[in-house]
Protein backbone atom coordinates (compact mmCIF):
# COMPACT_ATOMS: atom_id res chain seq x y z
CA UNK A 1 0.00 0.00 0.00
CA UNK A 2 2.68 2.37 0.84
CA UNK A 3 4.87 1.59 -2.41
CA UNK A 4 1.75 2.02 -4.11
CA UNK A 5 1.31 5.73 -2.58
CA UNK A 6 4.62 6.15 -3.28
CA UNK A 7 4.73 5.38 -6.70
CA UNK A 8 1.33 7.69 -7.45
CA UNK A 9 2.96 10.98 -5.94
CA UNK A 10 6.25 10.62 -7.24
CA UNK A 11 5.01 9.63 -10.75
CA UNK A 12 6.98 6.13 -11.22
CA UNK A 13 7.69 5.25 -14.60
CA UNK A 14 8.77 1.53 -15.93
CA UNK A 15 11.26 1.18 -18.79
CA UNK A 16 11.20 -2.37 -20.55
CA UNK A 17 12.98 -4.35 -22.86
CA UNK A 18 12.00 -5.54 -25.85
CA UNK A 19 11.09 -8.96 -23.92
CA UNK A 20 9.39 -7.13 -21.69
CA UNK A 21 11.91 -7.57 -18.56
CA UNK A 22 11.73 -4.21 -16.32
CA UNK A 23 15.30 -2.41 -17.27
CA UNK A 24 14.69 0.27 -15.37
CA UNK A 25 12.05 2.75 -12.66
CA UNK A 26 12.36 6.24 -12.32
CA UNK A 27 10.90 8.05 -9.89
CA UNK A 28 9.73 11.87 -10.52
CA UNK A 29 10.81 13.58 -7.54
CA UNK A 30 10.47 17.13 -8.57
CA UNK A 31 9.63 18.85 -11.67
CA UNK A 32 9.87 22.48 -12.52
CA UNK A 33 10.84 24.70 -16.58
CA UNK A 34 15.00 23.71 -17.09
CA UNK A 35 15.32 21.34 -13.88
CA UNK A 36 14.01 18.39 -12.44
CA UNK A 37 15.06 15.44 -9.89
CA UNK A 38 14.68 11.55 -10.55
CA UNK A 39 15.50 8.65 -8.77
CA UNK A 40 16.50 5.80 -10.68
CA UNK A 41 16.72 2.11 -9.78
CA UNK A 42 18.90 0.23 -13.03
CA UNK A 43 18.05 -3.46 -13.14
CA UNK A 44 20.00 -4.15 -16.58
CA UNK A 45 22.50 -2.87 -18.70
CA UNK A 46 21.31 -1.02 -22.09
CA UNK A 47 19.34 -3.14 -24.47
CA UNK A 48 19.93 -0.96 -27.77
CA UNK A 49 23.89 -1.31 -29.09
CA UNK A 50 23.99 2.49 -29.99
CA UNK A 51 24.86 5.01 -27.21
CA UNK A 52 22.21 8.09 -26.51
CA UNK A 53 21.81 10.95 -25.16
CA UNK A 54 19.86 12.66 -22.82
CA UNK A 55 17.18 15.65 -23.55
CA UNK A 56 19.13 17.60 -20.63
CA UNK A 57 22.66 18.02 -19.19
CA UNK A 58 22.69 16.10 -15.66
CA UNK A 59 24.61 15.35 -13.08
CA UNK A 60 23.99 11.60 -10.86
CA UNK A 61 25.16 10.88 -7.74
CA UNK A 62 25.39 7.07 -7.84
CA UNK A 63 24.15 5.74 -4.28
CA UNK A 64 23.90 2.17 -4.62
CA UNK A 65 25.72 -0.09 -7.16
CA UNK A 66 28.23 -0.92 -9.65
CA UNK A 67 28.58 -0.18 -13.25
CA UNK A 68 30.23 -0.44 -16.39
CA UNK A 69 29.72 2.51 -18.51
CA UNK A 70 30.45 3.90 -22.31
CA UNK A 71 31.23 7.54 -22.72
CA UNK A 72 31.39 9.11 -25.86
CA UNK A 73 32.12 12.83 -26.69
CA UNK A 74 31.52 15.39 -29.11
CA UNK A 75 32.36 16.63 -31.86
CA UNK A 76 33.15 12.61 -33.61
CA UNK A 77 32.03 10.55 -30.90
CA UNK A 78 34.69 8.20 -31.86
CA UNK A 79 36.92 7.84 -28.78
CA UNK A 80 35.14 6.14 -26.32
CA UNK A 81 35.85 6.09 -22.54
CA UNK A 82 35.16 3.30 -20.57
CA UNK A 83 34.45 3.69 -16.95
CA UNK A 84 33.64 1.42 -13.84
CA UNK A 85 31.22 3.50 -11.75
CA UNK A 86 30.56 1.81 -7.95
CA UNK A 87 28.83 4.04 -5.62
CA UNK A 88 29.07 6.32 -3.75
CA UNK A 89 29.78 8.06 -6.91
CA UNK A 90 29.31 11.43 -9.19
CA UNK A 91 28.79 11.40 -12.79
CA UNK A 92 28.12 14.18 -14.92
CA UNK A 93 27.49 14.48 -18.66
CA UNK A 94 26.70 17.75 -21.21
CA UNK A 95 23.32 16.87 -22.98
CA UNK A 96 25.31 16.36 -26.32
CA UNK A 97 27.82 13.95 -24.41
CA UNK A 98 26.29 10.34 -25.58
CA UNK A 99 26.72 6.91 -23.27
CA UNK A 100 25.75 3.37 -23.21
CA UNK A 101 25.48 1.37 -19.70
CA UNK A 102 27.47 -1.97 -20.77
CA UNK A 103 26.62 -4.24 -17.30
CA UNK A 104 25.23 -4.15 -14.33
CA UNK A 105 26.74 -5.52 -11.27
CA UNK A 106 24.34 -5.35 -9.03
CA UNK A 107 20.87 -2.52 -9.44
CA UNK A 108 21.85 0.88 -9.31
CA UNK A 109 19.99 3.28 -7.38
CA UNK A 110 20.79 7.03 -8.54
CA UNK A 111 19.94 10.65 -8.12
CA UNK A 112 20.09 12.87 -10.81
CA UNK A 113 19.45 15.87 -11.22
CA UNK A 114 18.86 17.34 -14.79
CA UNK A 115 19.25 20.63 -15.74
CA UNK A 116 19.13 23.18 -18.97
CA UNK A 117 17.11 23.25 -21.51
CA UNK A 118 15.06 20.23 -23.43
CA UNK A 119 15.99 18.79 -26.79
CA UNK A 120 14.72 15.82 -28.25
CA UNK A 121 16.73 12.81 -26.93
CA UNK A 122 18.48 10.47 -29.15
CA UNK A 123 20.93 7.85 -30.50
CA UNK A 124 24.27 7.96 -32.03
CA UNK A 125 24.72 5.82 -35.13
CA UNK A 126 27.84 4.70 -36.59
CA UNK A 127 28.65 6.80 -39.21
CA UNK A 128 32.43 5.67 -41.89
CA UNK A 129 34.66 3.78 -39.47
CA UNK A 130 37.12 7.08 -39.35
CA UNK A 131 34.19 9.33 -38.17
CA UNK A 132 33.16 7.61 -35.27
CA UNK A 133 28.97 8.09 -33.88
CA UNK A 134 28.44 11.02 -35.80
CA UNK A 135 25.00 10.67 -36.83
CA UNK A 136 22.09 11.33 -34.72
CA UNK A 137 18.96 10.39 -34.83
CA UNK A 138 15.84 10.96 -33.15
CA UNK A 139 14.72 8.40 -30.10
CA UNK A 140 11.30 7.72 -31.84
CA UNK A 141 12.72 7.14 -35.06
CA UNK A 142 15.14 4.81 -33.70
CA UNK A 143 12.49 2.78 -32.17
CA UNK A 144 11.08 2.19 -35.44
CA UNK A 145 13.58 1.45 -37.72
CA UNK A 146 14.64 -1.08 -35.14
CA UNK A 147 10.70 -2.48 -34.88
CA UNK A 148 10.56 -2.91 -38.62
CA UNK A 149 14.39 -4.49 -38.25
CA UNK A 150 15.70 -2.17 -40.63
CA UNK A 151 17.84 -0.21 -38.09
CA UNK A 152 21.06 -2.32 -39.35
CA UNK A 153 20.05 -1.42 -42.88
CA UNK A 154 19.93 1.91 -42.09
CA UNK A 155 23.24 1.76 -40.05
CA UNK A 156 25.01 -0.01 -42.97
CA UNK A 157 23.66 2.54 -45.52
CA UNK A 158 25.14 5.67 -43.28
CA UNK A 159 28.66 3.87 -43.20
CA UNK A 160 28.75 4.51 -46.73
CA UNK A 161 27.30 7.39 -47.34
CA UNK A 162 29.75 10.16 -48.18
CA UNK A 163 30.66 13.16 -45.35
CA UNK A 164 32.82 14.89 -47.73
Known amino acids: MLISLINKIFLVKEMRSSSAEIHSLRWT ?6 FRVYLHKIYLPDYNS ?8 FISVMLKGKCYKRSFYPPKFNLPI ?37 KNWGYRIEGRPQSGFINWIKHTTYKKLKSKNILDTYCEFLKRKSFD
Do not use: Q
Request: net charge neutral.
Open 50 to 57: HPYTYPWS
Open 29 to 34: LFKIPY
Open 82 to 118: DNFYEAPCVIKHHRDDAHHIEKIVCPVWTLMFAYGKY
